[in-house]
C-alpha cells in the first residue's frame, strides 16, 4: 500500500503545482501586468473627444476681436489603415510625400503599442481640403476628420495683445496633466491670461467597437456622452476702432502706443509696433521662426516688456515730489542759459529765462528741473542724500515706476528704479550727492520705465493722484474679475501738487503760437489735451520720441503714452500720434487732416534698422 | 438501508462544490450573454435561460442517480455503457451534424448532444469495471492490451470526429493508470517529451540538444551519485557547447567545408556521450543503458519534430501551438481568442468589474465566451479573487475524490474516482490554462460552469455516479 499512498501524494502535488501555475499566471495578468486593462479600454470603447468652441473676445462695445471659424483635423487610427495611396494623401492635404512615408512607417511599427486610438495626422485643414478629403475618403480606412474651431481676426487689431493660441507642448502637458496631446492652449496676451475661462471643456462621445474593431453604436445611447461646454466670452477693455486706429498710426514706426480710461483703469489701446500681423495669427506656426528670427522682434511686446528711459516726461515726477517735499515754491524761478553748468551740467534748448514751474513744464527746461532735483536730494530736513533719496523712491514708486502693476497683461515687466545701494556700488558709499545723479531730473540715467508705466502715470495726473491697476478685462461671463482691479491706488502727493503741474501741462498744448510751449502739435480745440513731451537720449542712436497726456483737462477720459523708438523730438512724433488718438476717441473722428497724413505715412523705422 | 442514512452519509462538500460552480457557471453564462432586452435570467429565448433548464434537468438526474438507481448496476452494465457509447460515436460519424467543423453532434428532435461527452463516463465505467476483475495483473501485457484498447478505441473515434481536443482529454487516463500501477517513468518521460517538443519548436534543435544534454548529465549524476564531478564538467563543458556554434565562423575551419551549427554541436557532444556508453559497457548498469535509449530517442524526436509539426499536425493546430509558444503572433487570427481572452481575464485586475460589468465579455470580444472560454467571464468580472476562487473549488474537487477513491473498499469504485479526478482535473488545467494563455487553444469545456447540455449532464452523471458508489462504504 506504501506505493500507491506515495502515487496518490505525487498526484495531489501535482494538482497542486498546477493550481499555482495557474495562480502565478493569474497574478501576472491580473495584477501585475497593467496592459491589458489599457488594452481593453481601447479595445471596447472608441472616445471622439469633441472641442469646445474657444470662448471669444469682445472689445468693449461688443465687437468681436477674436472669433472663431470651423477648421478640421485629420486623425488617423494606425490600426485600421491598409495599404493606401500615399501620393494622393500627399496631395489632398499639401504634405511632403516622404516625412509622410517617415510617419506612417512609424506608426505601423507601433501600431500594437497604439492600439485603436486615433491621433492627429494632419492639422487645421481648409473647408475646402476637407471637402475633397471627403470625396476621396473611402481610399483611406483610418483616416477620419474632426471638426475643430480655430481663430478668426474680423478686426485688423491688437495681434500682441489678444496673443494666439497653439498646441500644448509635451514639457507642458508634463506638468498640467489636464491638457492632452493636441489640445491648444492661449499663448501671450489675452488668450494667455484668460487661458481658464476662454478654453472651455473638452467633451466626448463613446462609441462601442466589436470584436472587428467596427463602431457597432453609440454606447449606452450616449447617456455617458460628455458634451463639450464652449468656452466663456470675455469683453476687454479694448476698443477696437482705437486699437485699430493706433495700430494704423504706428505703421512704420518702432515702440508703444497706450491709452487708459483713467476713471477705471481699463486699457482702451495697446499697440506695440512693430507687432504681429493679425492675418498671421491664427496659423502662427509657420511663421514662427521667421518672427522670432526679426531683427524688429515683433513678438516682443515693447508696451509692457520694454523698459526705456522716461526722458522729460520725468520732469512732471520730479516737480510732484519736490512740491510735495516742499522744496519747491511754484512762483520762485530758475535761470537757464542753455542748460545747467554746476557739475557734469545739462545742456538745454533755447528759451525764455528764468522760469517758474509752469513755464519750465510748458517748455521742458532741464535746468530749472536739475534746481528742482537738487533741491529734493539736498533737502535739510534728511541726513543725507541717501536719506532724501529713499524718500524720493517711495513717492515714484507711489505713482507707479519701477514695479510691476499688477495688470493681467501677461510678462509684464516692473522696469528700472535705482536704489542707493546702486549708486554705493558705482560711486562707493556715501561718495556721491545730488549732482551725481543729476541725470534722473530729466529722466535720464538709471532709470527705466515701460510705455504702460507712463500711460498709468498719465492716468494718475489725470485723476489728481490715484490709478486703478490698468487692465484688458471688462467683463466676462460668470466670472469675478480680479477685485483689485476696482480698488485706488493712491499717490503719496497731494492733490492740489496735481493741480500745479497740470496747468503747466495744459499749456504745454495749448499755448499760443511763439510762447516757446513744446507741444502745442498735439492741440485739439475743444479737447483741452494737456501733455509733456519728451525727447530721451539713449546710446542706440537718433533720440526716442516721448509724449504723454491726457484729456479733457477736467473730468479727463483718456489718459495716452506714446514712445517712438528712434524718433527724434518728443513734439514730431509721439505727440502727434497721442493727440490724434485722443481726438479719435474723443471725437470720433479725425480734423487735422494733414498731421493724420503726416502720421500715416511717416516712417522711423528706418532709423531704427540704421 | 434507508434514505435517511443516505442523506447524512453523502459527501456533501463535494456536493456543495459542484453547486457553487454550477451557480457561477449560470451567473456567468448570464453576464457573457447578457442581452437588456431579454433582462430576466430565466428566459429560455436566451443561453442562460436554456443554462436554467440543463441545471435543473442535472440535479433531477443527480437525485435519479442518488436514490433511484441500483450502484450495483454499473459494475455489471459498464461494458454495455461502453458498447451504446460507441454506437453513438459510430452514429455521429454517419448522422451527426457539423459545427464549427466538427462532426460531434447529434439531432434528438429539438435537441443536440456530444455523444463523445458521454463516452468519458462509459470508457470510465468500462475501465473500472476491467481493472477491478478479480486476478487482474496490472503488469501483464495482455492487461496493458485491453486497456489501451479500451482507452484509444472511443478516442480515435473521437479524433475521427475532428474533435480532437475532446480526444486529447483521454490522455488524463494516465494519471489513473499511473496510480494504478504504471511505471512513474512512463510520465516522466511523456511530460519531458511535450517539453523537448515544445522547446525544439520554440528555439532551435539546437537549444533543444542542450537542454537534453544537460538531462543526460544531471541523471547520470543522480545515478551515480557524483554529483560534484558532474557539476564541474557541466560547467566547463556546457560554455564549450554554446559557443560550438560560432567555431563555424572562424576562418581556420575554412578547409572543412562549412559545417552547419548542429554538426558543430554534434562534434563537441559525441565525446561525452561514448564516453557514457563505454562506462556504461564497463560497469553494467543497467539504468545508463538506459540514459542512452533515451537521449537517443529524444535525439531522434528533435529531429522529428519539425516533420510531425509540419507534415502531421493540422493547420488551425499548427498555428494554436504556434501562437501559444509565441511563433508567428497573428493578433487578429488564431492569436485573438487568446489575446482577447488575456486582455479580458487581465482587466479585471484584482477585485473584478463587478457582475455584468465586463466590457470585454458583454461585446463579443471573446469568442466561444459562454463555452470554452467561460473562465473570461469570471477572470474579468470577479478579478483576481474570484479567479483564485474557482481555482480553488477546482482543485478541492480533485484532491477530495482523489482521498475518497484512495478510502474505497471496491477497487471499481477506486479505478472509477480516479478516472473522474483525471479527467476534471485535464478539462481543469487545459481550459483555464488556455484562456490565460499557458495551453494553447484545445476546444474543450470548463467543467460544470460552461454552457451547454451536454457538457453540463456528462459531468453531473460522472460526479454523482462516484458520490453513489462512494455511499456504498457505509454499508
Known amino acids: 500500500m506504501g506505493v500507491e499512498l506515495k502515487k496518490k501524494n505525487i498526484l495531489i502535488i501535482g494538482t497542486i503545482v498546477v493550481a499555482v501555475l495557474i495562480l502565478l499566471q493569474l497574478v501576472n495578468l491580473q495584477i501585475l501586468d497593467n496592459q491589458y486593462k489599457i488594452t481593453a479600454s481601447n479595445n471596447a470603447f472608441r472616445y ?67 492600439g485603436y486610438q486615433s491621433m492627429p495626422f494632419v492639422k487645421q485643414i481648409s473647408s475646402q481640403q476637407y471637402a475633397v478629403f471627403l470625396e476621396k475618403a473611402y481610399k483611406f480606412p483610418g483616416f477620419s476628420a474632426i471638426s475643430r474651431t480655430v481663430r478668426s481676426y474680423p478686426y485688423n487689431a491688437g495681434a500682441n495683445l489678444l496673443g494666439y493660441i497653439s498646441e500644448v507642448d509635451t514639457s507642458y502637458i508634463r506638468k498640467n496633466p489636464e491638457y492632452k496631446r493636441g489640445d491648444y492652449i492661449g499663448r501671450t496676451g489675452i488668450e494667455q491670461s484668460y487661458e481658464g475661462v476662454l478654453k472651455g471643456e473638452k467633451g466626448y462621445n463613446i462609441f462601442l467597437r466589436d470584436v472587428n474593431n467596427r463602431v457597432k453604436s453609440s454606447f449606452a445611447e450616449g447617456q455617458y456622452d460628455l458634451n463639450a461646454v464652449p468656452g466663456k466670452n470675455i469683453i476687454s477693455s479694448i476698443d477696437a476702432e482705437l486699437q485699430s486706429y493706433g495700430e494704423s498710426l504706428m505703421v512704420n514706426k518702432v515702440g508703444s502706443l497706450v491709452a487708459i480710461e483713467p476713471s477705471s483703469g481699463e486699457i482702451l489701446t495697446l499697440v506695440s509696433s512693430p507687432g504681429i500681423d493679425v492675418t498671421k495669427l491664427s496659423t502662427i506656426n509657420k511663421y514662427y521662426s521667421e518672427l522670432l528670427n526679426d531683427p524688429l522682434k515683433p513678438m516682443f511686446n515693447r508696451a509692457v516688456m520694454s523698459p526705456y528711459p522716461p526722458g522729460s516726461v520725468f520732469k512732471l515726477v520730479n516737480g510732484l515730489v519736490a512740491l510735495q517735499e516742499g522744496v519747491l515754491d511754484t512762483l520762485v524761478r530758475y535761470p537757464c542759459s542753455m542748460g545747467f553748468h554746476i557739475g557734469r551740467g545739462v545742456a538745454c534748448h533755447a528759451h525764455p529765462s528764468p522760469l517758474s514751474l509752469t513755464g519750465a513744464i510748458m517748455m521742458s527746461c532741464n ?68 549732482l551725481s545723479i543729476i541725470s534722473l531730473a530729466i529722466g535720464q540715467g538709471e532709470i527705466g520705465t515701460t510705455p504702460l508705466h507712463l500711460a498709468n502715470f498719465a492716468a494718475i495726473i489725470a485723476n489728481r493722484g490715484f490709478y486703478y491697476t ?62 509733456k513731451t519728451g525727447t530721451a537720449q539713449n546710446p542706440h ?66 532709423n531704427v534698422l540704421k | 438501508m434507508t434514505v435517511g442514512i443516505k ?69 455489471v452494465t459498464a461494458w454495455f455503457i461502453y458498447a451504446i457509447s460507441i454506437f453513438f460515436l459510430v452514429a455521429v460519424l454517419v448522422a451527426g451534424v457539423e459545427i464549427n467543423g466538427s462532426k460531434s453532434w447529434l439531432m434528438l428532435g429539438p435537441f443536440r448532444f456530444q455523444p463523445a461527452e458521454f463516452s468519458k463516463i462509459a470508457t470510465s465505467l468500462a475501465l473500472a469495471a476491467l481493472m477491478s476483475t478479480y486476478n487482474f495483473q496490472f503488469k501483464s501485457l495482455g492487461a496493458l492490451g485491453r486497456i489501451a484498447v479500451t482507452i484509444l478505441f472511443p478516442m480515435v473515434m473521437i479524433v475521427l470526429e475532428k474533435e480532437t481536443g475532446s480526444a486529447l482529454v483521454y490522455a488524463g487516463f494516465i494519471f489513473m493508470l499511473y496510480r494504478e500501477g504504471l511505471n512513474g517513468w512512463y510520465l516522466i518521460f511523456g511530460i519531458l517529451a511535450i517539453l523537448l517538443f515544445l522547446i525544439t519548436l520554440s528555439f532551435s534543435s539546437y537549444v533543444a540538444i542542450i537542454f537534453l544534454f544537460i538531462i543526460m548529465v544531471v541523471a547520470r549524476a543522480l545515478l551515480t551519485r557524483q ?46 556521450v561514448i564516453y557514457h556508453t563505454i562506462s556504461a559497457f564497463r560497469q553494467k548498469i543497467s539504468h545508463l543503458w538506459y540514459i542512452l535509449l533515451c537521449f537517443i530517442v529524444s535525439f531522434a524526436m528533435i529531429f522529428s519534430v519539425d516533420f510531425f509539426f509540419e507534415k502531421v499536425l493540422q493547420d488551425h493546430q499548427r498555428a494554436r501551438i504556434e501562437n501559444l509558444l509565441g511563433i508567428h503572433v497573428d493578433l487578429k487570427g488564431a492569436g485573438y481568442n487568446v489575446h482577447q481572452s488575456k486582455i479580458a481575464i487581465g482587466s479585471g485586475g484584482f477585485s473584478g468589474k463587478g457582475f455584468l460589468q465586463g466590457t470585454q465579455t458583454k461585446f463579443n470580444f471573446v469568442p466561444e465566451q459562454s463555452t470554452d472560454f467561460i473562465f473570461c467571464t469570471v477572470g474579468e468580472e470577479w478579478g483576481f479573487l474570484g479567479s483564485v476562487f474557482v481555482v480553488f473549488l477546482y482543485c478541492f474537487m480533485i484532491i477530495r475524490i482523489v482521498n475518497l477513491s484512495e478510502k474505497q473498499k471496491d477497487a471499481f469504485a477506486r479505478v472509477y474516482g480516479y478516472c473522474l479526478a483525471s479527467i476534471i482535473f485535464l478539462h481543469f488545467f487545459v481550459n483555464i490554462g488556455m484562456t490565460i494563455g499557458l495551453m494553447p487553444v484545445i476546444g474543450i469545456p470548463l467543467p460544470f460552469v460552461s454552457y451547454g447540455g451536454s457538457s453540463l449532464w456528462s459531468f453531473t452523471i460522472f460526479l454523482f455516479i462516484f458520490i453513489r458508489l462512494d455511499l456504498e462504504r457505509w454499508k
Open chain 1, 48 to 114: 471622439d473627444i469633441r472641442y469646445p468652441a474657444r470662448g471669444l473676445i469682445l472689445d468693449r462695445t461688443g465687437k468681436i476681436l477674436a472669433g472663431n471659424v470651423t477648421a478640421y483635423d485629420i486623425m488617423i487610427t494606425p490600426f485600421e489603415v491598409t495599404e493606401l495611396d500615399t501620393a494622393d494623401l500627399c496631395r489632398i492635404f499639401e504634405l511632403d510625400i516622404c516625412n509622410v512615408r517617415k510617419t506612417l512607417k512609424d506608426y505601423r511599427r507601433n501600431r500594437r503599442k497604439i
Open chain 1, 367 to 434: 535746468s530749472y528741473f536739475c534746481y528742482a532735483f537738487r533741491k529734493i536730494m539736498d533737502n535739510p530736513a534728511y541726513p543725507n542724500v541717501a536719506a532724501a533719496f529713499n524718500s524720493w523712491k517711495e513717492k515714484v514708486e507711489s505713482l507707479g515706476f519701477g514695479l510691476k502693476l499688477g495688470t493681467d497683461f501677461p510678462s509684464e515687466q516692473a522696469g528700472i528704479l535705482p536704489t542707493t545701494g546702486d549708486y554705493d556700488k558705482i560711486h562707493g558709499k556715501n561718495r556721491w550727492s545730488s
Open chain 1, 470 to 531: 490698468p487692465h484688458i478685462i471688462k467683463g466676462a461671463e460668470d466670472t469675478v474679475i480680479n477685485a483689485d482691479f476696482s480698488k485706488k491706488h493712491y499717490a503719496k502727493i497731494d492733490v492740489q501738487n496735481f493741480k500745479k503741474l497740470i496747468h503747466g501741462m495744459y499749456l504745454a498744448v495749448n499755448s499760443a503760437p511763439g510762447s516757446g510751449a513744446t507741444a502745442r502739435i498735439a492741440a485739439v480745440p475743444g479737447l483741452e489735451i494737456c501733455g
Open chain 1, 541 to 606: 542712436g537718433k533720440d526716442h520720441s516721448v509724449f504723454i497726456c491726457f484729456a479733457p483737462k477736467d473730468n479727463p477720459k483718456i489718459a495716452v503714452a506714446a514712445y517712438i523708438e528712434n524718433a527724434g523730438f518728443g513734439a514730431t512724433w509721439a505727440a502727434p500720434i497721442a493727440s490724434l488718438l485722443v481726438e479719435k476717441y474723443l471725437n470720433k473722428k479725425v480734423e487735422r487732416k494733414d498731421l493724420e497724413v503726416y502720421i500715416l505715412t511717416g516712417n522711423t523705422m528706418i
Open chain 2, 7 to 75: 442523506y447524512k452519509k453523502l459527501d456533501w462538500p463535494l456536493i456543495a462544490s459542484y453547486l457553487t460552480l454550477v451557480i457561477i457557471g449560470w451567473l456567468s453564462v448570464f453576464s457573457s450573454v447578457y442581452d437588456p432586452d431579454h433582462a430576466g435570467i430565466f428566459d429560455i429565448s436566451q443561453r442562460y435561460g436554456m443554462q436554467f433548464i440543463w441545471i435543473i434537468s442535472s440535479l433531477g438526474i443527480a437525485v435519479l442517480i442518488l436514490f433511484v438507481v441500483n450502484p450495483k448496476l454499473y459494475n
Open chain 2, 227 to 272: 554529483f560534484i564531478r558532474h557539476g564541474v564538467f557541466l560547467l566547463f563543458y556546457l560554455p564549450l557547447l554554446i559557443f560550438s556554434r560560432r567555431l563555424g565562423e572562424l576562418s581556420l575551419f575554412d578547409f572543412l567545408g562549412h559545417w552547419s551549427e548542429t554538426a558543430w554541436l554534434a562534434l563537441f557532444i559525441a565525446p561525452p
